[in-house]
């Protein structure tokens, strides 16, 4: 019998800073360069073998339905932030509300990691929505019905930007990526003979843990001398969900045209438009979108 794993707060910083280190090193630091340099990877990639080959009718409304949830937690995930408000604000403004903001970032890190996990669960559920309109619930259900879809030899392996294309199995070597986090994760999660396991299952399965289990350790946490872990923590979290929602719309845009989600984004732009804030960071790959996806038109239309 296997001894239960010890997931402490510190074991969720590493783990989200590994996510994190690597977007950084296959895309860049901001995420304006972020943006440009997954889109550019994404634009070339050829979708229309793999939805051919998808049976099962998808649902468009609860897609974007799905989508519009990503985006909500994206946008709660980013404030507060001095980059989601509309005003000018002045230098000396910035720098007190700069240090507020920190401070609100230490003290709700552990409900920031649950938010940024739906803003991807929502994104994925987006993504398998377009195919297949019959999964049922339970988020290890979703999880693996996406795994099963998105991880196929059918699903182009490079669309799933790293690091989420990695994945292990049973008998697989472990990537480097999976050793650096979570050391004890293999040994606690029961994997089948051939059965993926993605960074997703280990999103879910820190959410499980924060949730239910260690939330007062990062309610109590106090500030650490070293390093500030937990606004490290906020940033390195909005890197890893910016970059899936980055992968959910180019694969929408490619399955429906950027006319339809860009609609989506416009009417999203307008409902956060009757309050002081902004759709930050959603708006920075819409820019890009624009720059690069603007002719596309809907494959599932010639499918």
């Known amino acids: 019998m296997k001894a239960s794993v010890s997931v402490t707060e510190f074991d969720i910083h590493i783990f989200v800073g590994e996510v994190s280190k690597a977007i950084f090193n296959e895309f860049g630091s901001t995420l304006e360069d972020i943006a440009e340099n997954a889109v550019k990877v994404l634009e070339t990639i050829d979708l229309k073998p793999f939805l051919v080959s998808c049976r099962s009718e998808g649902n468009s409304q609860q897609s974007f ?39 609100v970032n230490k003290h709700f890190g552990g409900w920031r990691y649950i938010i940024a996990y739906y803003s991807i669960f929502f994104a994925l559920s987006a993504m398998l929505r377009v195919i297949d309109k019959s999964y049922k619930g339970g988020h290890k259900n979703v999880i693996k019905a996406f795994n099963s879809r998105f991880f196929s030899q059918r699903f182009p392996r490079k669309f799933m930007l790293h690091p989420f294309c ?52 990062f309610a109590r946490a106090k500030k650490r001398a070293r390093k500030p872990y937990e606004v490290f923590l906020t940033l390195n979290l909005r890197r890893v969900v910016f970059l899936f929602n980055l992968i959910t719309e180019v694969f929408l845009i490619k399955c429906y045209g950027f006319d339809s989600l860009y609609r989506r984004f416009r009417t999203t732009t307008k409902y956060f438009g009757r309050s002081k804030i902004k759709p930050y960071p959603i708006s920075i790959r819409f820019e890009i979108y624009e720059k690069y996806f603007k002719e596309t038109r809907a494959i599932l239309e010639s499918v």
Not at 186 to 192: A, G, T
Not at 195 to 207: A, M, V
């Open 65 to 103: 339905r799905n989508l519009f949830n990503a985006w909500y937690s994206e946008c709660f995930l980013s404030y507060p932030s001095v980059h989601s408000m509309k005003e000018t604000i002045s230098p000396m403004i910035i720098k007190k509300l700069n240090r507020y903001f920190e401070t």
């Open 166 to 217: 990695i994945f292990k199995t049973r008998n697989s070597v472990t990537p480097e990526i999976f050793l650096k986090s979570f050391p004890t994760l293999s040994e606690d999660l029961p994997i089948k003979r051939g059965e993926k396991i993605t960074l997703l299952d280990l999103l879910y399965f820190g959410r499980q843990k924060v949730n239910y289990e260690i939330m007062s350790r």
